[in-house]
């Protein structure tokens, strides 16, 4: 009796054993199918175990890639309408300015040409007359610069009046300024270092005085007659 339940507790045991191996290699399958199925791996990708991106994902990626790269042309496409927008105002404003140039320019040239017209009527006596006003003009100016410059030598030398004309040099800008535009036969030099003194035009008379003889003569011109006063003055004839 003994024998055989020994037996049949054998059986029993390896029949358990054998059971139990099956049911971990089916359990192992099991497991193995789980990690190699779609519904796995879509797991492991939103826990990010897994390293191949779902083919969703990577259009995606690329569709917002085109997008910045035209959204990137177009802002270059504006920026460089907006720089031919600022020339072309640049050059509509130079346009606009030659064109005021333009018509001021007309405006003179139509003066000019009507005074020409009109100097053309005129008689030779007429024109020659113009010709002296003009001279007699330039000349009062002349001696205006010739009695400033004498007032503001003297306020450097003891309020008294310089000795000539030339003396006073560094307050004239030009020796042109000591002849008269109306002398004939005469050439204005430019350089004080080419001036001859004694064809110097204006008739210097208050050398050595002051401007506390306020009216006293300090410059006449010969051909206009116009004359200068120690105070600065000057009267035309």
Request: contains cysteine; hydrophobic residues 35%; glycine residues 4%.
């Amino acid at each position: 009796m003994k024998p055989a339940l020994s037996l049949l507790l054998l059986f029993s045991l390896g029949l358990n054993a054998y059971l139990w191996f099956r049911l971990d290699r089916q359990s192992d399958r099991s497991t193995a199918v789980e990690v190699h199925s779609p519904e796995s791996e879509a797991k492991n990708d939103t826990t990010g175990n897994s390293s191949t991106p779902p083919v969703v994902a990577t259009s995606a990626a690329e569709d917002g890639d085109r997008e910045l790269l035209r959204l990137r042309n177009e802002v270059s496409q504006l920026r460089k309408s907006v720089g031919e927008a600022s020339q072309w105002r640049a050059q509509a404003l130079e346009a606009g300015n030659l064109r005021r140039d333009l018509t001021t320019a007309t405006q003179e040239l139509a003066e000019a040409e009507a005074e020409i017209a009109n100097l053309a009527k005129l008689s030779p006596a007429d024109l020659q007359q113009l010709k002296n006003e003009a001279h007699s003009v330039r000349c009062v100016n002349h001696m205006k610069q010739i009695a400033l410059a004498a007032r503001i030598w003297s306020n450097d030398n003891n309020d008294v009046f310089p000795p000539d004309l030339v003396t006073m040099k560094n307050e004239l800008t030009t020796p042109k300024i000591l002849f008269c535009p109306g002398e004939a036969g005469v050439a204005p030099v430019s350089e004080w270092e080419a001036l001859n003194p004694s064809v110097i035009t204006y008739r210097y008379l208050n050398a050595g005085g002051s401007d506390r003889e306020p009216q006293k003569l300090l410059l006449t011109c010969p051909y206009h007659g116009h004359t200068a006063l120690s105070d600065g003055s000057v009267h035309r004839r």
